[in-house]
Nanobody
Framework: QVQLVESGGGLVQPGGSLRLSCAASGIIFRFAAMDWFRRTPGKERELVAHITIGGSTNYADSVKGRFTISRDNAKNTVFLHMNSLKPEDTAVYYC?????????WGQGTQVTVSS
């Protein structure tokens, strides 16, 4: 059974930083491309960042230059480093793994950016 478990969310002031972690089990992680999505009430789910098995990355325009996705294959973990956080980054952040046969989501972790 594939499981994704996020951690690291919380309350942070504007301009602050957070690091989200997503621990994966049940897959051969080094062969898994991984994503971070976020959802805000009343808005569509947004793809925030993507990392390939080779470590190439892509970002939403809204987070480019502020967020960094990375992976540690030895720990089966993908990270989202978030800097210069803005109130509009407030959302539930989800880790995601998708393949031709699987579509797996973590439980989500709340990030709130507020003074």
């Amino acid at each position: 059974q594939v499981q994704l478990v996020e951690s690291g969310g919380g309350l942070v002031q504007p301009g602050g930083s957070l690091r989200l972690s997503c621990a994966a089990s049940g897959i051969i992680f080094r062969f898994a491309a991984m994503d971070w999505f976020r959802r805000t009430p009343g808005k569509e789910r947004e793809l925030v960042a993507h990392i390939t098995i080779g470590g190439s990355t892509n970002y939403a325009d809204s987070v480019k230059g502020r967020f960094t996705i990375s992976r540690d294959n030895a720990k089966n973990t993908v990270f989202l480093h978030m800097n210069s956080l803005k109130p509009e980054d407030t959302a539930v952040y989800y880790c995601h793994y998708g393949s031709r046969t699987l579509d797996v989501w973590g439980q989500g972790t709340q990030v709130t950016v507020s003074s």
